[in-house]
């Protein structure tokens, strides 16, 4: 157990709808990632919030939004969604922001858009 | 930039015999670099890390890596193969001072027959 929790472990959904999915990170940590993992793609790095403030982004939709809350908890949303947008979604946690922190991933997110 | 390449999507070998998992990494920083494993329907769980110090590092459950500058990789090894070592690996490129994109290789599935 990473320490990193996420809710809902699954999710089934129709196309056009949104969801939140909700991560909270270990205890101490203060920065949150967001990757998507599907099997065309692999494990895409989509978004990093640290202490409350984006720090940098990657491969994340305009229809996808992060943010990271006062409690260091972090919600990713996903609009409109495409039945290309099916994937395991995880969430990691690390202590800093900075090179050499070990990232700790929680247990991810299966969306499935039907 | 950063960039890793897993030189092999699949690698087979047999119980008791050694492994070897290959990673060539690019980065315009020193870079901080992660072997992370992934059992089937499991979360990542960190194998390893290079973070400047020494080049030879030891992880959990055996495995080892060894970075080398000259020839950018950062190949994962393990003398004996054990059954429970069948999972995906990821090589990772961390965040550094130069830019906070995390970026995975794209795996390589490690089978170990009895």
């Known amino acids: 157990d990473s320490g990193v929790t996420q809710t809902p472990k699954h999710l089934i959904t129709a196309t056009g709808q949104r969801v939140t999915l909700r991560c909270s990170p270990r205890?101490?940590?203060?920065?949150v990632y967001w990757y998507q993992q599907s099997l065309d793609q692999g494990l895409q790095f989509l978004i990093h919030?640290?202490?409350?403030?984006?720090?940098a982004k990657g491969n994340i939709l305009e229809r996808f939004s992060a943010q990271q809350f006062p409690d260091l908890h972090s919600e990713l949303n996903l609009s409109s969604l495409e039945l290309g947008d099916s994937a395991l979604y995880f969430c990691?946690?690390?202590?800093?922001?900075?090179?050499?922190?070990?990232?700790?991933f929680g247990p991810g997110t299966r969306l499935t858009v039907l | 930039a950063q960039s890793v390449t897993q030189l092999d999507s699949h690698v087979s070998v047999s119980e008791g015999t050694p492994v070897l998992l290959r990673c060539n990494y690019s980065?315009?920083?020193?870079?901080?670099l992660f072997w992370y494993v992934q059992h089937p329907n499991k979360g990542l769980q960190l194998l390893l890390k290079?973070?400047?110090?020494?080049?030879l590092v030891k992880g959990i459950n055996g495995f080892e890596a060894e970075f080398k500058k000259s020839e950018t990789s950062f190949h994962l090894t393990k003398p004996s193969a054990h059954m429970s070592d069948a999972a995906e690996y990821f090589c990772?490129?961390?965040?550094?001072?130069?830019?906070?994109?995390?970026?995975f290789g794209a795996g390589t599935r490690l089978f170990v027959k009895a």
């Open positions: 990691a946690s690390s202590v800093g922001g900075l090179a050499g922190n070990e990232q700790f």
């Open positions: 205890s101490g940590d203060l920065s």
């Open positions: 919030y640290y202490n409350g403030e984006e720090r």
């Open positions: 980065s315009s920083y020193s870079p901080s």
């Open positions: 290079y973070t400047s110090a020494a080049t």
């Open positions: 990772v490129v961390g965040p550094n001072a130069g830019g906070f994109k995390t970026i």
